[in-house]
Antibody
Protein backbone atom coordinates (compact mmCIF):
# COMPACT_ATOMS: atom_id res chain seq x y z
CA UNK A 1 0.00 0.00 0.00
CA UNK A 2 1.39 3.34 -1.07
CA UNK A 3 1.71 5.71 1.86
CA UNK A 4 3.04 9.24 2.26
CA UNK A 5 3.52 10.43 5.85
CA UNK A 6 4.31 14.07 6.49
CA UNK A 7 5.85 15.87 9.43
CA UNK A 8 3.75 17.68 12.01
CA UNK A 9 2.26 21.15 12.16
CA UNK A 10 4.55 24.17 12.34
CA UNK A 11 4.15 27.67 13.68
CA UNK A 12 6.50 30.30 12.26
CA UNK A 13 7.07 34.02 12.45
CA UNK A 14 7.12 36.23 9.35
CA UNK A 15 10.50 36.13 7.65
CA UNK A 16 11.34 32.67 8.94
CA UNK A 17 11.69 29.44 6.97
CA UNK A 18 9.89 26.12 7.27
CA UNK A 19 10.95 22.64 6.21
CA UNK A 20 8.34 19.92 5.78
CA UNK A 21 9.18 16.26 5.27
CA UNK A 22 7.32 13.53 3.42
CA UNK A 23 8.26 9.88 3.93
CA UNK A 24 7.20 7.45 1.24
CA UNK A 25 6.58 3.72 1.51
CA UNK A 26 4.90 0.93 -0.42
CA UNK A 27 6.42 1.68 -3.82
CA UNK A 28 9.74 2.37 -5.52
CA UNK A 29 10.67 5.77 -4.15
CA UNK A 30 12.79 6.74 -7.16
CA UNK A 31 10.12 5.70 -9.63
CA UNK A 32 7.69 8.60 -9.24
CA UNK A 33 8.09 12.35 -9.11
CA UNK A 34 6.97 13.93 -5.86
CA UNK A 35 4.91 17.08 -6.04
CA UNK A 36 4.05 19.64 -3.39
CA UNK A 37 0.67 21.35 -3.30
CA UNK A 38 -0.64 23.83 -0.79
CA UNK A 39 -4.08 24.95 0.26
CA UNK A 40 -4.70 28.20 2.10
CA UNK A 41 -7.67 28.30 4.51
CA UNK A 42 -10.91 28.09 2.56
CA UNK A 43 -9.10 28.19 -0.76
CA UNK A 44 -8.29 25.81 -3.61
CA UNK A 45 -5.21 23.76 -4.45
CA UNK A 46 -1.99 25.43 -5.57
CA UNK A 47 0.87 23.50 -7.13
CA UNK A 48 4.35 24.37 -5.78
CA UNK A 49 6.63 22.18 -7.83
CA UNK A 50 8.10 18.71 -8.12
CA UNK A 51 11.26 16.80 -7.40
CA UNK A 52 12.53 13.77 -9.26
CA UNK A 53 13.65 11.47 -6.42
CA UNK A 54 15.86 9.55 -8.83
CA UNK A 55 18.01 12.45 -10.01
CA UNK A 56 17.22 15.17 -7.51
CA UNK A 57 16.08 17.40 -10.34
CA UNK A 58 13.41 19.95 -9.51
CA UNK A 59 10.97 22.25 -11.21
CA UNK A 60 9.14 25.13 -9.60
CA UNK A 61 6.56 27.57 -10.95
CA UNK A 62 7.69 31.17 -11.29
CA UNK A 63 5.69 32.21 -8.26
CA UNK A 64 7.87 30.15 -5.92
CA UNK A 65 11.23 30.30 -7.65
CA UNK A 66 13.88 31.64 -5.30
CA UNK A 67 11.82 30.83 -2.23
CA UNK A 68 11.19 27.09 -2.38
CA UNK A 69 13.70 24.24 -2.35
CA UNK A 70 12.89 20.55 -2.66
CA UNK A 71 15.43 17.88 -1.83
CA UNK A 72 15.36 14.15 -1.26
CA UNK A 73 17.15 11.54 0.82
CA UNK A 74 16.92 8.25 -1.01
CA UNK A 75 18.37 6.31 1.94
CA UNK A 76 15.20 6.95 3.92
CA UNK A 77 12.72 7.47 1.04
CA UNK A 78 11.98 11.01 2.17
CA UNK A 79 11.54 14.29 0.36
CA UNK A 80 11.71 17.72 1.94
CA UNK A 81 10.18 21.03 0.96
CA UNK A 82 11.66 24.21 2.39
CA UNK A 83 9.95 27.57 1.98
CA UNK A 84 11.78 30.73 3.01
CA UNK A 85 10.86 34.35 3.77
CA UNK A 86 7.47 33.35 5.07
CA UNK A 87 4.56 35.79 5.20
CA UNK A 88 1.04 35.42 6.50
CA UNK A 89 0.00 34.52 2.94
CA UNK A 90 1.97 31.30 3.32
CA UNK A 91 -0.37 30.06 6.05
CA UNK A 92 -1.73 26.89 4.51
CA UNK A 93 -1.82 23.13 4.59
CA UNK A 94 1.06 21.71 2.57
CA UNK A 95 0.71 18.34 0.85
CA UNK A 96 3.15 16.03 -0.88
CA UNK A 97 1.62 13.89 -3.63
CA UNK A 98 2.55 11.59 -6.50
CA UNK A 99 0.48 13.54 -9.02
CA UNK A 100 1.98 12.07 -12.19
CA UNK A 101 1.02 8.49 -11.53
CA UNK A 102 -2.23 6.95 -12.85
CA UNK A 103 -3.42 6.62 -9.24
CA UNK A 104 -2.07 9.67 -7.35
CA UNK A 105 -1.42 9.37 -3.62
CA UNK A 106 -1.42 12.29 -1.17
CA UNK A 107 0.16 12.79 2.20
CA UNK A 108 -2.04 13.74 5.15
CA UNK A 109 -0.99 17.37 4.97
CA UNK A 110 1.06 19.65 7.22
CA UNK A 111 -0.42 22.86 8.58
CA UNK A 112 2.01 25.76 8.53
CA UNK A 113 0.83 28.85 10.38
CA UNK A 114 2.71 32.11 9.92
CA UNK A 115 1.94 34.71 12.55
CA UNK A 116 3.75 37.33 14.55
CA UNK B 1 -0.48 26.95 -18.48
CA UNK B 2 -3.71 25.02 -18.89
CA UNK B 3 -6.61 26.59 -17.04
CA UNK B 4 -9.31 24.28 -15.69
CA UNK B 5 -12.71 25.85 -15.13
CA UNK B 6 -15.15 23.97 -12.93
CA UNK B 7 -18.85 24.62 -12.90
CA UNK B 8 -21.00 25.26 -11.10
CA UNK B 9 -19.10 26.67 -8.14
CA UNK B 10 -21.80 25.37 -5.81
CA UNK B 11 -24.38 22.65 -6.36
CA UNK B 12 -27.27 22.47 -3.92
CA UNK B 13 -28.94 19.06 -3.98
CA UNK B 14 -30.65 16.53 -1.74
CA UNK B 15 -29.65 12.96 -0.92
CA UNK B 16 -30.77 10.61 -3.66
CA UNK B 17 -30.46 13.23 -6.40
CA UNK B 18 -28.06 13.07 -9.31
CA UNK B 19 -25.06 15.42 -9.36
CA UNK B 20 -23.35 16.49 -12.57
CA UNK B 21 -20.08 18.41 -12.23
CA UNK B 22 -18.20 19.94 -15.13
CA UNK B 23 -14.50 20.60 -15.72
CA UNK B 24 -13.43 22.44 -18.87
CA UNK B 25 -9.81 22.80 -19.98
CA UNK B 26 -8.41 25.78 -21.89
CA UNK B 27 -6.67 23.36 -24.26
CA UNK B 28 -6.73 19.64 -24.76
CA UNK B 29 -5.55 17.43 -21.92
CA UNK B 30 -6.45 14.26 -23.85
CA UNK B 31 -7.67 11.96 -21.07
CA UNK B 32 -5.13 13.02 -18.42
CA UNK B 33 -7.80 14.32 -16.11
CA UNK B 34 -8.21 13.38 -12.45
CA UNK B 35 -11.10 13.98 -10.05
CA UNK B 36 -10.76 14.34 -6.27
CA UNK B 37 -13.16 14.67 -3.39
CA UNK B 38 -12.16 16.74 -0.37
CA UNK B 39 -13.88 17.02 3.00
CA UNK B 40 -12.98 19.60 5.65
CA UNK B 41 -9.72 18.84 7.41
CA UNK B 42 -8.86 16.01 5.04
CA UNK B 43 -6.49 15.55 2.13
CA UNK B 44 -8.00 15.21 -1.33
CA UNK B 45 -9.23 11.70 -2.00
CA UNK B 46 -8.73 10.23 -5.46
CA UNK B 47 -12.01 9.35 -7.17
CA UNK B 48 -11.32 9.05 -10.88
CA UNK B 49 -8.10 8.91 -12.87
CA UNK B 50 -7.51 9.25 -16.59
CA UNK B 51 -10.97 10.77 -17.00
CA UNK B 52 -13.00 7.62 -16.38
CA UNK B 53 -11.15 5.05 -14.28
CA UNK B 54 -12.58 4.70 -10.80
CA UNK B 55 -9.97 4.41 -8.09
CA UNK B 56 -9.82 1.50 -5.69
CA UNK B 57 -12.76 1.33 -3.25
CA UNK B 58 -14.66 4.16 -4.93
CA UNK B 59 -18.38 3.33 -5.15
CA UNK B 60 -19.94 2.72 -8.54
CA UNK B 61 -22.24 5.75 -8.13
CA UNK B 62 -19.21 7.88 -9.08
CA UNK B 63 -18.40 7.99 -12.78
CA UNK B 64 -16.22 10.16 -14.99
CA UNK B 65 -16.48 10.89 -18.69
CA UNK B 66 -15.04 13.14 -21.36
CA UNK B 67 -11.83 13.72 -23.24
CA UNK B 68 -9.98 16.61 -24.81
CA UNK B 69 -11.33 19.72 -23.12
CA UNK B 70 -14.70 18.78 -21.59
CA UNK B 71 -15.11 16.44 -18.66
CA UNK B 72 -17.93 15.42 -16.36
CA UNK B 73 -18.06 13.82 -12.94
CA UNK B 74 -21.43 12.24 -12.22
CA UNK B 75 -22.70 11.03 -8.86
CA UNK B 76 -25.74 8.97 -9.76
CA UNK B 77 -27.52 9.13 -6.39
CA UNK B 78 -26.08 11.31 -3.65
CA UNK B 79 -25.36 9.76 -0.30
CA UNK B 80 -24.99 11.95 2.82
CA UNK B 81 -21.22 11.36 2.83
CA UNK B 82 -20.89 12.73 -0.73
CA UNK B 83 -21.45 16.34 0.30
CA UNK B 84 -17.97 17.78 -0.14
CA UNK B 85 -15.79 19.81 -2.51
CA UNK B 86 -14.70 18.23 -5.79
CA UNK B 87 -11.59 19.21 -7.75
CA UNK B 88 -10.32 18.26 -11.18
CA UNK B 89 -6.62 18.18 -12.06
CA UNK B 90 -4.84 17.83 -15.41
CA UNK B 91 -1.52 16.05 -15.69
CA UNK B 92 -1.11 16.36 -19.47
CA UNK B 93 1.09 19.45 -19.46
CA UNK B 94 3.55 21.10 -17.12
CA UNK B 95 2.66 22.67 -14.80
CA UNK B 96 -0.06 20.43 -13.50
CA UNK B 97 -3.10 22.54 -12.70
CA UNK B 98 -6.27 22.25 -10.66
CA UNK B 99 -9.76 23.54 -11.16
CA UNK B 100 -11.23 25.91 -8.62
CA UNK B 101 -13.55 23.28 -7.19
CA UNK B 102 -17.27 22.57 -7.01
CA UNK B 103 -18.93 22.43 -3.60
CA UNK B 104 -21.78 19.94 -3.41
CA UNK B 105 -24.01 20.99 -0.54
CA UNK B 106 -27.34 19.97 0.88
Amino acid sequence: QVLLVQSGAEGKKPGASVKVSCKASGYTFTGSYMHWVRQAPGQGLEWMGWINPNTGGTRYPLKFQGRVTMIRDTSISTVYMELTRLTSDDTAVYYCATLDTPMPTWGQGTLVTVSS
Amino acid sequence: EIVLTQSPATLSLSPGERATLSCRASQTVENYLVWYQQKPGQAPRLLISDASNRATDIPARFSGSGSGTDFTLTISSLEPEDFAVYYCQQRRNWPTTFGGGTKVEI
